[in-house]
C-alpha cells in the first residue's frame, strides 16, 4: 500500500514532535537536579541534653534554583523526625557554617565575611566573639572490608556500614552523650543511632 501525501506528512511530524518532547524531558531532569552542584553545609547549633532537649540544626541547601539556609528540629521522641522551625532565602552559597557560644543562631561565612543570622534565620549585627571557632565534627576512619566501607570513629569502639552510594563528609554529635549522630553525605543527612 502506498503512503499518501498527508499520511507522509504526518508520521513526520510525529516523529520531529516525539524528539522535541524528548529533548525538553532532558532539560527539564537536569534542572531537577541541579542542587547537587552545591555541597550541603550544616552545623548543630544546639546538642541535646535528655529526650526532652531535642537537638537543633541548621542546613544549607542548594534548591530548584534557591540557596536555603533551614533550622531544623530532630524529635527523639518521634523516630528522629526533622521539624522545620525556620527557613531563609539567601543570596549565594556560604563557605561554611558555624554555631553560636551563646544562643541557637548560626554563623554563615561568604567570601571570608562572617554573618549572624538569630535562631529565626533573621540576620543581625553581632559581635564575632561569639562565634564558636571550634569544630564540632567528630574524627573517623574510613577502611574497606568486603566491598564495604566500615566508618569507625576514633577514640571510640563505634563502627558502622556505609552505604554503597553514599560519601560521607561529616559526622556531627546531636546529643551529649554522642548517642546519637549527624551523618553529612554528598547531598543528603541522615541520624545514626549508636547502641
Do not use: C
Not at 541541579?34 to 531535642?54: A, G, M
Not at 576512619?141 to 560521607?168: A, M, Q
Amino acid at each position: 500500500m502506498k503512503e499518501t501525501k498527508k499520511e507522509k506528512t504526518l508520521r513526520i511530524t510525529l516523529v520531529f514532535l516525539s524528539i522535541i518532547l524528548v529533548f525538553i524531558g532532558f532539560l527539564l531532569q537536569q534542572k531537577e537536579t541541579e542542587y547537587t552542584q552545591f555541597d550541603l553545609e550544616t552545623t548543630v547549633v544546639h546538642v541535646s541534653e535528655t529526650t526532652e532537649d531535642p537537638p537543633v540544626i541548621t542546613l544549607y541547601r542548594h534548591l530548584k534554583g534557591k540557596h536555603l539556609l533551614i533550622t531544623y528540629r530532630i524529635n527523639l521522641l518521634d523516630a528522629y523526625h526533622f521539624e522545620v522551625l525556620s527557613k531563609k532565602e539567601i543570596f549565594d552559597a556560604p563557605n561554611e557554617l558555624q554555631s553560636d557560644k551563646e544562643t541557637r543562631g548560626v554563623w554563615v561565612r561568604f567570601d571570608g565575611k562572617w554573618e549572624y543570622f538569630n535562631s529565626l534565620l533573621v540576620k543581625e549585627d553581632r559581635n564575632h566573639h561569639f562565634r564558636s571557632k571550634a569544630k564540632v565534627t567528630l574524627p573517623y576512619k574510613l577502611t574497606e572490608e568486603k566491598g564495604k566501607t566500615i566508618v569507625k570513629l576514633k577514640n571510640e569502639r563505634h563502627t558502622f556500614v556505609l552505604p554503597d552510594d553514599e560519601i560521607l563528609q561529616a559526622i556531627y554529635p546531636l546529643t551529649s552523650d554522642r548517642r546519637l549522630l549527624l551523618l553529612l553525605l554528598k547531598g543528603d543527612i541522615k541520624v545514626l543511632v549508636l547502641k
